[in-house]
């Protein structure tokens, strides 16, 4: 099997390192370089319309109740139409509008937000031989004659570890946890952060449906992967206590 030219690109988007990783011949030709930046300038333009830690963005401004759906960007209302299919598929486990300590709810699509960002992005290489990753959420492709990619699966509760390792030559890999960002999976019929589950990973073909799940089930706890039955997805989940469970035809 061929061992193709490699050549990697990396930025910080969304607070969090993405890399670019590309296979093949002409990587320093100037028509990938311009799909390259066309990927990242796509992330940054999604970070502006949907992040929650921006006063200015769209999201917060819904939140505030300046700015309608309607009125917002046009990305905005097709993600709201995706969170709300989001939350059907996983019966109500996904929910964008998370319940506020006084009762209130605001609008958070995150869940959804990176993996629909990256999936977008990676259409603009053409089928290029790739691995697109952002902070954990992985999508890829492999020109024929190539090896697959590899894609390590961090372990939770040490994340100097590799709990796993995924071989995959299309598809995608998502993974929710606490590993880097606390317990911030919010369970959304009680409000509060998940106790029970330490970190989910879903593959499956489409990255965006992959971190719902993820959320999904992350959120619900440990019997979480139950979502995906009949999905076409498969899952591990790491639990708090360190036992491990999966889906049939993980391993």
Partial sequence: ??????????EQVMGMPVSLHLRGPGLDSAPVQRSVDAVFALLREADAVFSTYRADSAVSRINRGELTVADAHPWVAEVARLCDE?????????DARLPGP?????????????G??????ARLLSGADCCLNAGGDVIVSTAAGHPPWRVGVEDPLRPSRLAEVVTLASGAVATSGTARRGAHIVDPYRGSPTAEVAGVTVTGPSLLWADVY?????ARGVTGLDLLRGTGYRGLLIGRDGRTRATRGWF
């Fill in 102 to 114: 006084g009762g209130e709810r605001s609008w958070d699509p995150s869940g959804l937000v990176k």
């Fill in 116 to 121: 629909w960002a990256v999936e977008r992005a």
């Fill in 214 to 218: 993820a959320t999904a089930a992350a």
């Fill in 1 to 10: 099997m061929l061992t193709p030219p490699r050549r990697a690109w990396v």
């Fill in 86 to 94: 989001a939350r059907v598929r996983t019966g109500g486990w996904f």
